[in-house]
């Protein structure tokens, strides 16, 4: 028996992105607010487009505390879900041909989140990256900045627990 040949590359990474929205299609506020991810390898970078709804101060103009905490907090909720997602995948656990927003566990669910507002968040575009620091059967703990221009100034940034769902 001759070994099966490698699928295509793209195959792959249209299987992998429709896991990704599998993921994100089960949190009806990140359309609200018209959060996208991009896909690069196991790397999330979230992305919140500028919008007029969005904006919390029009006399600086200034994005609202509230949609920035947001965007943090979903950022770190699919940073972890994809992170635990990614190894089922690479692990064969999962196929991601066949995972949908019904076949899915559910999400963590938030213990606590701290957010530090470093300086307000400018009328345009916002990113977003969660480093997941510790990833356990029970306990997680993410943290998340967010920047504009320049990655290496973020102008908001969070620290958030979650409660792992039970496996299985």
Known sequence: ???R???????????????LDALVGTV???????????RRGDELTAILPYAGKLIGN???????GGATASFLEVTALIGLGWSILWE???????????VTAAT??????TIDFTVDFLRPGLPRDAYARA???????RYASVHVEAWQDNRSRPFAQATGHFLMPPHG
């Open 88 to 98: 089922e995948i690479e692990s064969g656990a999962a196929d991601p041909a066949t």
């Open 131 to 137: 480093l997941v620091n510790r990833s356990g059967r």
């Open 1 to 3: 028996m001759s070994p």
């Open 28 to 38: 009806p506020y990140i359309g609200f607010l018209g959060i996208r991810f991009d």
């Open 58 to 64: 029009p006399v600086l103009p200034a994005l609202h």
């Open 5 to 19: 040949p490698p699928e295509p590359v793209q195959t792959i990474k249209e299987r992998r992105d429709g896991a």
């Open 104 to 109: 899915l566990a559910p999400l963590p669910r």
